[in-house]
């Protein structure tokens, strides 16, 4: 199996600089967290798909979880590690070697567009999330509009936050409705969103103003956007 971005064990010293190449990762991982309710009983357990450096971890600490990350970067894997993620399995995402119901709450971030199949992607979420359990998956859209502002303005600005060239091929990139389609196919119904920055935050962000840019949700999906749902309780 190979996966576009193998890379990310040489970007791995990326993952915390404050104003690096990673930032935009940080701004979506502060969205997710944000969707993430408190733990509802005690060992509940929220699993990180592609956990990378474990930039999540921040914005659930606190809610009651055991952080579990699933990567196949061994280095990021060391940084999650080391920045307060409880545990880290080295694996595939899309054959990830963790037991049926192993979470309380399944969140994939930035993931399913480095993939060529993001549908076992999404099988391996929604068979890995407990009934009763909350999924979060977010990603990149499929359009003309999400190639230019992540490849070519994200890639190519000159600035100390464009994300490293070759990050990202568009052509994996992943229609909204086929990333819902995935998750009902695999039991869990989702609601889709968008995710976007106010203007004004950017530009305070680019002037130096901000630690991080707020991605607030909205109805555009065209470019990034995000994917919520409960798996349905068990029967009887
Ligand atoms: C854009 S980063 C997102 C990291 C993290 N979710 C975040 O938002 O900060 C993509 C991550 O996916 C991981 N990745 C890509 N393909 C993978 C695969 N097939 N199996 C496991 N991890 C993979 C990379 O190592 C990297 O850490």
């Known amino acids: 199996m190979t996966t576009t971005v193998p890379e990310y064990d040489n970007w791995s010293a990326y993952w915390w600089q404050p104003r690096g190449p990673f930032s935009v990762l940080r701004w979506i ?3 997710r967290g944000e969707q993430v309710a408190p733990a509802t009983r005690p060992d ?7 956990c990378g450096g474990g930039m999540l971890h921040p914005y659930i600490a606190g809610k009651g979880y055991r952080h579990v990350g699933v990567d196949v970067s061994t280095k990021s894997a060391e940084i999650a590690r080391r920045h307060g993620v409880d545990e880290v399995v080295i694996g595939d995402i899309r054959d990830i070697p963790l037991p049926d119901a ?3 709450v399944v969140v994939a971030g930035c993931c399913v567009e480095h993939v060529d199949e993001p549908e076992r992607v999404v099988a ?4 890995l999330l ?8 977010d990603t990149i859209a499929r359009t003309w509009p999400a190639r230019f502002a992540v490849i070519t303005l994200g890639e190519n600005t000159p600035v100390s936050w464009a994300a490293p060239k070759g990050t990202h091929d568009h ?17 869990v119904p989702v609601e889709t969103y968008g995710l976007f920055p106010r203007t004004r935050d950017l530009l305070a962000w680019t002037l130096g103003r901000h630690g991080d840019v707020p991605m607030r949700k909205v109805g555009y999906t065209g470019i990034i956007y995000g994917v919520t749902g409960v798996k349905p309780p068990a029967e009887g």
Do not use: H, S
């Not at 407990?130 to 998956?137: A, V, Y």
């Not at 052509?171 to 039991?187: E, I, Q, S, T, Y």
């Open 29 to 31: 991982a502060r969205a």
């Open 171 to 187: 052509r994996m990139f992943v229609d909204p409705r086929r990333l819902a389609r995935a998750c009902a196919a695999n039991g």
């Open 44 to 50: 509940a357990v929220l699993l990180d798909v592609a």
């Open 102 to 104: 192993f979470a309380d």
């Open 124 to 127: 391996e979420c929604c068979r």
């Open 130 to 137: 407990k009934p009763g359990g909350t999924l979060i998956i």
